[in-house]
């Protein structure tokens, strides 16, 4: 069986436990070690992570001096762990505690850095944005692989800047469906008279632009529409969410979901899904391809995004969605104002039609992965059939 080590910035992180899940689900042993954020982590079913200590969001600083510690720390921590065959490294700072972890194991172990953002930090174009870019180079220099989610992230970053030559193997933000057996659930059906439009935004909620944006322009609407807030809001990016929110007559904070869990639920109760932000404008913001856009997909809500940005694009080829020319009140007017059953009616079909590969990841793109993984890594390959038989 593939060994992996994987280590990541956030043992919290939703999408840490599902990249773990599908590697597993793949055929991989994983070993999860990495930093912790809020509540101790829990992997149902699986070994304890291994904590490398402690980071807050935003306090970059903070971050660095961690990861600092850790690596003196490292071989310690990891004086149990086998050794693995592949060691991953999500985002920059684990990519460099990865090159530490590989000469913990004897310096030849294959090296893969995930990179899913990039961060604001990295495209500064001044001396700090320079010696991050030079980190990264160095510290992925020897990369046999580099996982992203969105081609724009290879075509604009790492080749525009130089910053890998490494083979690419592109993992979108699918919604992970293991067995099949996840459906797309009740859909919201046209309000009926008096009853408002509902525009879900889901996930992380850091984006205070579009707050700004959905209040001003369900207030302009006057009830005709309303916003359904889910997730885990970044405090630190607002001046008082829970203040703004509760003034607002037509947006509503639902709090936190678990996810997949809760995704058929939350997706059935909104007509259209908010699959943007502006947190970091004109760059990772335009170049990702969020969560939210394969989960409202694939849950039957009408995608709302803006022309000109990865996911603009994405949906502009697939003939998809609502695009704003630009993020104002009258764009979204311009859209979504004369809005009916008719109309929202084929725009959801036109959702609904297009393959649940576009939205779903599968087993056999689990195997798929580990696959690539254990070719870098040179080790045999397992037999699938005799693992479901003993399963």
Known sequence: MLRILYLVHNLSDPAVSRRVAMLEAGGAAVTLAGFRRGAAPDRAGGEAPIELGRTEDGRFAQRLASVAAAAIALAGKLRHVPRPD?????????????????????????????????????????????????????????????????????????VRFGQSEA????????????????????????PSAGEPWRIGWFGALRCRKSLDL??????????????????????????????????????????PYRNPDDL??????????????????????????????????????????????????????????????????????????????????????QVAAQDSSNWVCGIDDCRALVERLRTIAGAPRPDHALMEAAA
């Open 214 to 255: 959905l209040a001003a322009f369900t207030r302009r609407q006057e009830g005709r529409f309303e916003v359904m807030l889910r997730g885990r809001p970044a405090y630190r990016e607002f001046a008082d969410f829970d203040g703004f929110v509760a003034a607002e007559p037509h947006v509503r904070f639902a709090g």
């Open 86 to 158: 592949v060691i991953i490294g999500r985002n920059l700072e684990m990519l460099a505690l990865a090159n530490r972890a590989r000469s913990v194991f004897g310096g030849d172990v294959p090296l893969v850095y995930e990179c899913l953002d990039i961060h604001r930090l990295l495209l500064d174009a001044g001396p700090t944005g320079k010696a991050m870019r030079g980190a990264e180079r160095r510290f992925g220099r020897d990369a046999a692989l580099l996982i992203t989610s969105s081609p724009a992230f290879v075509r604009d970053y790492f």
């Open 264 to 349: 058929a639920a939350i997706y059935g109760e909104v007509h259209f899904c908010w699959a943007m932000d502006f947190f970091e404008e004109g760059l990772n913001s335009a170049w990702l391809l969020p969560n939210r856009l394969y989960e409202g997909c694939r849950y039957g809500a009408v995608p709302i995004a803006m022309k000109g940005t990865e996911t603009g694009r994405f949906l502009q080829d697939r003939r998809l969605g609502l695009l704003l020319e630009e993020p104002t009140v009258e764009a979204l007017k311009a859209v979504l104002g004369g809005i009916d059953a008719k109309a929202y009616a084929d725009m959801r079909w």
């Open 167 to 190: 083979p690419v193997a592109l993992l979108p933000n699918k919604v992970l469906d293991l067995d099949g057996a996840r459906t797309s659930g009740p859909q919201a059906a046209p």
